[in-house]
């Protein structure tokens, strides 16, 4: 059966440049190209095709894949990360940072994050640019199964935005997300948590209502000496 637009899908996938890969769903090969990150979720991933859950690349080689077959697409800047766009590259003098800068740190400034490209004499020249802009992308991938019961789409797409797993409780009429502890302090959540929650409205129509629930419990108290 071939893949259509609109289609869930558990998808595996490993992106490269030039043979190096710089993100996969394979712990292995995460570990072997030295980007393993512990706290990451490898393993497929839930994603509706034609979405844009992935860069459009790779979603539209997704349109007509054939289940469990491995295969290969080359995605231009255009249709991956954006081509490199030099208006976006600027000078800041050293004084306008908390911090000395050095070549290659990532920064935040003026409210938005970029990496020190160069610093000359008192000046630093930063990149706001995605790592990625104007590169050609290798992408491998596989479909490995379509994904049809509504609980694993949910489950799936809110692992893909906010990085965690969580429990969900699903009826006709609602879902209830029981939010692990110390969520709300988590910036992926917070600039997510929107688009979660329209992902999920959009699953089952007859949803009404969605709900976070946080639980906390009664700290132990200390065992006597």
């Known amino acids: 059966m071939a893949i259509e637009n609109g289609v869930f899908i558990r998808l595996s996938y490993t992106g490269s440049i030039e043979g190096i890969a710089f993100d996969t769903t394979s712990e ?14 490898y393993g497929p991933m839930v994603i509706r095709v034609g979405s844009t859950h992935v860069i459009p ?7 007509g894949a054939e289940i469990g077959a491995e ?3 080359t995605v231009l800047p255009e249709k991956g990360f954006g081509p490199h766009d030099k208006e976006q590259v600027k000078v ?6 908390e911090k000395k800068p050095t070549v290659g740190m990532r920064i935040t400034i003026e409210k938005k994050e970029g990496v020190v490209v160069d610093i000359i ?3 630093a020249l930063v990149d706001f640019n995605h790592p990625l802009a104007g590169k050609t992308l290798e992408y491998t991938f596989t479909v490995e199964e379509i994904v049809e019961d509504d609980e694993e789409k949910m489950t799936g797409l809110i692992r ?3 990085g965690r797993d969580m429990e969900l409780e699903l009826t006709d009429e609602s879902v209830t997300l ?6 709300n302090y988590d910036q992926r959540w917070f600039l997510w948590r929107g688009t979660i929650i329209q992902e999920l409205f959009t699953i089952r129509e007859s949803i009404q209502k969605i709900v976070f629930m946080e639980t906390f419990k009664r700290p132990e108290k200390p065992q006597e000496a």
């Open 57 to 63: 690349g790779l979603d539209e080689a997704l349109v």
């Open 121 to 123: 004499g008192q000046r």
């Open 28 to 41: 292995e090969i995460a570990k072997e190209s030295g980007m393993f990150n512990e706290s990451a979720r």
């Open 178 to 183: 029981h939010l692990p502890p110390g969520i």
């Open 92 to 97: 800041y003098p050293l004084k306008a940072f």
């Open 71 to 73: 295969q290969t697409v």
């Open 160 to 162: 893909l935005f906010s």
